[in-house]
């Protein structure tokens, strides 16, 4: 299973648009590259996904460089209520009865 | 995506005592999977519950201390037994969605355990 690194903790203001990196230098071949966020007393909430190059829905980016080894996701226009603990998973579906390993997460901060 | 009801949302428990959390899905799923999360920490992977078989624990999980029973594709159960302090930790369930390619890996809520 990948390795994820992420920054411990960010800091940002209401507005600003934030990108969080992940490094997964060892990332296989079928390995999906997975973004969650976490509030207090609450389960991970399923951000973005992708496998390669850019994705792009209703609250986030996702962006995959062609060696895969790294993602950045990219919040923009962050608010306060964007404050929260935010986890890199890189991994496949059918592979290792599924299961992903979370890494030890990116805390951001939104300031007024 | 699936929707997750998780049951107790809480609950503070003796030492010496067991506790069995609830897992429900609104769909039938393939994988399910329980993780517990310390205190101001990441989370970490305690089993698979596989349908119909045992369950599939990682190191330093042994099945004595958390049994798993998941009798159909919509249900499991994780009983944390014989508690200490230590014990003391969010429980989460999490199912691989149906559009896993579109939603990833679904959380319930949690549960938070205390134990006395």
């Known amino acids: 299973l990948a390795k994820t690194t992420q920054p411990i903790s960010m800091d940002s203001y209401e507005g600003q648009e934030v990108n969080i990196t992940c490094s997964h230098n060892?990332?296989?071949?079928?390995?999906?590259i997975t973004w969650y966020q976490q509030f207090p007393s609450q389960g991970p909430r399923f951000i973005i996904q992708?496998?390669?190059t850019k994705v792009t829905n209703e609250v986030a980016s996702l962006f995959i460089p062609a060696d895969r080894k790294s993602s950045t996701l990219s919040l923009p226009r962050v608010s306060l209520s964007d404050t929260a603990v935010y986890y890199c998973?890189?991994?496949?579906?059918?592979?290792?009865?599924?299961?992903?390993?979370f890494g030890d997460g990116t805390t951001l901060t939104v300031k007024p | 995506s699936a929707v997750i009801s998780q049951k107790p949302s809480r609950d503070i428990c003796q030492r010496g005592t067991s506790l069995t959390i609830q897992c429900q899905v609104d769909?039938?799923?393939?994988?399910m999977f329980w993780y517990r999360q310390q205190p101001g920490q990441s989370l970490t992977l305690i089993a698979t519950?596989?349908?119909?078989?045992?369950?599939?624990?990682e190191s330093g999980f042994v099945i004595d201390k958390f049994p798993i029973s998941r009798p159909n594709l919509t249900f499991s159960t994780l009983t944390v037994s014989n508690m200490s302090p230590e014990d003391s930790s969010i429980y989460l369930c999490?199912?691989?969605?149906?559009?896993?390619?579109?939603?990833?890996?679904?959380f319930g809520s949690g549960t938070r355990l205390t134990v006395v």
């Open positions: 999490s199912v691989a969605d149906r559009m896993w390619e579109d939603y990833g890996y679904t």
């Open positions: 060892n990332i296989a071949t079928n390995d999906y």
């Open positions: 992708g496998y390669k």
């Open positions: 998973l890189v991994g496949a579906y059918n592979t290792n009865a599924g299961k992903s390993t």
């Open positions: 769909s039938q799923v393939t994988m």
């Open positions: 519950a596989n349908q119909g078989s045992e369950a599939t624990y």
